[in-house]
């Protein structure tokens, strides 16, 4: 039996990291398959990180992602996606000897917020994040999804960017993804959206750069 | 039908599909989902009660009354309802009565770490374990069948894990049993004289129910390897597990035979015996203490690895249980040493009205007893104005103590709904016994950190009916303190006063420190017809007052001045109560007095 897909979803409170991470595993479920999505809430505070793993395939035993095994982190916020980065699958062998192994993706935002209630943040804060994982060896996709989502008129909308990005690399078909954020998402939210993951798919849509993304 | 649903969905849904008629219990990570959820179901008198103790004795008395019933806590409300837990088994109960005890192994929002199986276990009570959503559903009607087959309470126990990650769920119907009337006996419901006549039937009871655990189909065996009958292979390896570790296992080691426990109290000795021969290895993976490892142990069992390899303390990952075992797997990278990983720790919302009162007590430079609640992170940077946490209610205590014990300045902090909960008899206490301690009270008309639910004094119950709202001030008066003030909350000199009033008060004092959590619906600005500010830089003399106030939604523009988020901006005015220069104007008013187009200006 083939692994299951293994995602990670890390960004920020009030960022939507929950709300992407569910629609994936409902657009799996949608495609027929088993899913399991887990996630870490309790103080419910804002500003705190937050993360959520998303597994899907013919048969999911655990919720959580291994370290090394995500094909996929999505970080919404660059210190977050650097948090988790060493989730993506990077190396050769895994538990599953039969398994042919892929290598993961970090797929950015390319957006900081920095750590209020840190002090000294501000002047801490890594900059060279993406650039460091990249000398790294880790594939780094950075999209600029929160200046789209300005753009687009809603900055709140950056995770449906970046929704759609993903949905390019998945093999979900497109009409599950859409048939999905049309039953989740509450209606007055629900064109913006659908709008907003269609330029997140556009984003990934050059040749070269989905080449570079594809796992 | 199948729907995706987390553990407690699942479960609310179960006891939903089970015929529960009545379920109650006090909000805790991570246990609070189930009740909110039950309470959609219209069939379901679904409740929050003051505290655990009073939603167990309550639910007690509708199972005695003949309802099918749920209780549900996080895994220290067991404590608070210890009282009644210990008790209720020499009594039995007809109905079924299930009481779900969130354990919390990593202390994802806890202040412990404890393994309630032990609890359960001196109470001699079952205790059930799902292992995914599917079964958190399926479990509540097997909890309640042998709640009334053996007429005993039942434990199911759940973990963060299990309670907060999503599945497919199998819906199914509800069932409706039939109400059995209570039937006064003395000899069943009355302590002590009558009690001892019931002692022996407990033991009796424990023993037939650790018979039933041999068969029950909740233990169930999968073998991969090796069987019962034949002697153990070298190198055979069996598991022993129980909850959502069983995941665990199914992934690092799906060649391994697994006995899996649905039931981990009373244990089925003989099966687990054989099973435990049938190996030449057997890993005991259980989340928390080993509590079936040392019955194994106790059995004679000495080929096991357990506790000694994967350890008692924090949550369980697919990777812990891989490195225990030995399987390889690629480590995390130690990014720490070559970049800075900055920490992103929760912080108070922005607009919290707890800002003002930690910032209050910080200057006062008092020491400071807080309690359970968001406000454990005044204990944080920038505050770091609390100086004790330990348990719901335990604030006006410990004050108490230190003031005995020569702290004249101690302050106790504790939120409306925890003061509900168990702290009113501390205040009575306070006051009887000569404290002149000073107290405040957080009145958020709310329970903040668990996301919002209603309390006593917050007007409304579970289900969204108007009740009456408990008066904090009256409470408070009654218990004999003489100096009570309330204050707005994020008015700073308002708050600094009344404390400082209070602490040269002699004798005990009580500030109530009101304003709504600024997570309710009723606190969106468009609600309250307010409007975010923002700093006119044609005043702003850049004299900085405003960044000690530490709004995390203020920001320096790259001239210098502070700018203010639109988006995140609560109104709660704190920023202009310290700018000398009146440079901070909500965005419906300039500075010369003409009006604002707020939409334009929120975009720019």
Redesign the interface.
Known sequence: MTEPTSLIFAG??GQGVLLIA?LT??AA?RAGY????????????????VESHVRYGQQ?????V????ADVVVGLEK??A??F???V???E????TDDVQTHGVLLVNDHEIV?????G?EQ???H??LE?LQQ?GLRVVALPASRLARDLGD?RMANVIMLGALSRMLELPLEVWLETLRERLPEKYREANLKAFSAGRQLLSHPEREAMARP | MKE?LSGNEAIARGAWEAGVRFASGYPG??STEILETLAHYPEVDAQWSANEKVAFEQGMGAAIGGLRVMVTMKMVGLNVAADPFMVFPYAGTDAGFVVVSADDPGM??SQNEQDNRYLARMAKVPVIEPSDAQECKDFVGHALQLSERFTTPVMMRTT??LA?????VELGERIQPQQAAFRPDPRRYSVPIYRRLRRPELEKKIESLAEFAETYPLNRVEWRSGSASVAPQPGSIGVITSG?AY??V???L?QASIFRLGMTHPLPSRTLWEFCQAHETIYVVEEGEPFIEDHLSALGARNLVGKEIFGVIGEY???RI?AGVG???????D?GR?????????????GCGHRTVFDVLRQLKVTVAGDIG?YT?GA???YEASHTTFCMGASIGTAFGLERAGHERTVAVIGDSTFIHAGIPSLIDAVYNGSSLTLVILDNSTT?????QPHPSAGKTLKGKPAPKLDLEAIVRAAGVRQVEIVDTWQRREVGRAVRTGLAHEGPAVVIARGPCV?LPEMRLEERGAFPYFVDEALCTQCNACFKVWC?AITRTAQGFPIIDA?ECTACTVCVQVCPVDAILPLNVRSDGAPVNVSAEAEG
């Open positions: 920020v409170g569910e595993a409902r479920i088993d899913a399991k999505q887990t996630e870490v809430h309790g103080v419910s505070q804002r500003g705190g990180g999911v035993h655990s919720p959580l291994m370290p090394g095994r210190l977050e650097l948090r980065s060493h989730f699958r990077a190396e062998g895994s538990i599953h750590p209020a209630s840190v002090p943040a801490n804060y890594p060279h994040a460091f790294k900055g | 995706f990570t991570p994802h929002s963060t894990r907060h990650h999503k599945g497919l959502i995941q665990y199914r992934e690092v799906p990952s697919p990777e891989a399987k390889d797997f690629p480590a995390p990278s990014l070559e970049i800075n990983v900055l920490p992103r720790p929760p912080m108070f919302c922005i968001c992170m944080l940077p920038p903040g950190m668990t996301g919002g997570r995390p988006l």
